[in-house]
């Protein structure tokens, strides 16, 4: 079975840092999007960043470019987000999910197969 495992998350202060983990095991990790997404409470989910295998393309919201990073390590089947400079508006549940087969991003929830549990990120000081 596909299986994701999101952790790292916690409680940072504003201007902190976080990285958080995407483990995917279950499938070969040669080609794949895999995304990472938040839910604010009382809100939507919405994609943050995503990458694929293909050319480790990349994505990101707007409201975390230049402070988040994403980045994949092959031979760990592990994908990460670095997460700086958080805001209070980056507290919200981080989900990662998985496309397997098609190394192409989207930041719509439809597009991937596979969800992690979700691990939560507050930032407050």
């Known amino acids: 079975d596909v299986q994701l495992q999101a952790s790292g998350g916690g409680v940072v202060q504003p201007g902190g840092s976080l990285r958080l983990s995407c483990a995917a095991s279950?499938?070969?990790?040669?080609?794949?999007?895999i995304g990472w997404f938040r839910q604010a409470p009382g809100k939507e989910r919405e994609g943050v960043s995503c990458?694929?295998?293909?050319?480790?393309?990349?994505y990101y919201i707007d409201s975390v470019k230049g402070r988040f990073t994403i980045s994949s390590d092959n031979a760990k089947n592990t994908v990460y987000l670095q997460m700086n400079s958080l805001e209070p508006e980056d507290t919200a549940v981080y989900y990662c999910?998985?496309?397997?087969?098609?190394?192409?991003?989207?930041?719509?929830?439809?597009?991937?197969?596979?969800w992690g549990q979700g691990t939560l990120v507050t930032v407050s000081s």
């Open positions: 999910a998985a496309e397997r087969g098609v190394p192409v991003c989207s930041d719509s929830n439809w597009w991937y197969d596979y």
């Open positions: 279950g499938f070969t990790f040669d080609e794949y999007a």
């Open positions: 990458i694929t295998s293909s050319d480790e393309a990349t």
